[in-house]
């Protein structure tokens, strides 16, 4: 049976029912007895992991803004007309939206000039979290990341790294194992040379 997005799904979020009946169906394709019993439940199986790895395409940028719009606002501090926040590293996982194939080893990390206000750091790495539960590309989960960034903090000033291997380079196609796609976006300040930011020497990254 063929769904459409506008009759089906626009309105219900992530529909297992259609989920387990597709997966069931690629079985068949594949040749697989979707019955027997390794693969009984596997239809249900896939259908829970996708809606744990997807549950960010149930909410637009500005929902996850208002989710994790947790600050701290300190007028006096000398941090906030002088402290830049860094965070190396944030181990996440996507899945590219052109092949649904793992984007694994991924290392997110996240500087920003505080313009008035802090946002609890936590929240960063939950943030980078929730984007990523989406199909995505590497470029827009940058982007996604510094929208919702910026509208919680009101920095001008943010600085995104991301490093990630693509399942749909290393175990099919071109199959390069150990290839590492790095992505940079930056705004403000960081926009200057933000491969200077980009060396262990820098002491940032
Ligand atoms: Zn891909």
Not at 62 to 75: A, G, L, P, R
Request: hydrophobic content about 40%; overall charge negative; some cysteine.
């Amino acid at each position: 049976m063929l769904y459409s997005y506008e009759k089906d799904v626009k309105e219900m979020g992530i529909n297992k029912k259609i989920i387990q009946e597709s997966v069931s169906n690629i079985l068949v394709a594949l040749g697989e007895n979707p019955l027997r019993e390794g693969l009984i439940d596997t239809p249900k199986r896939v259908a829970n992991m996708y809606e744990e790895v997807f549950l960010g395409i149930q909410y637009t940028n500005d929902d996850i803004v208002s989710m994790f719009n947790k600050c701290f606002e300190e007028e006096q501090d000398i941090f906030l007309t002088n402290g830049i926040v860094w965070i190396n590293d944030i181990e996440c996982f996507s899945f590219c939206e052109h092949h649904m194939s793992l984007i694994y080893d991924m290392h997110i990390t996240i500087g920003y000039k505080p313009l008035h206000k802090v946002i609890g750091i936590s929240k960063i790495a939950r943030i980078a979290d929730m984007v990523c539960k989406r199909l995505q590309i590497q470029e827009r989960i940058a982007s996604d990341i510094l929208e919702i960034l910026g509208k919680i903090t009101e920095s001008n000033d943010i600085f995104i790294k991301i490093e990630g291997k693509h399942g749909c380079m290393t175990s099919r196609g071109i199959q390069k194992t150990h290839a590492t796609t790095c992505t940079i976006l930056t705004s403000g300040i960081f926009q200057h040379n933000p491969l200077s930011f980009n060396t262990k020497e820098s002491g940032l990254v």
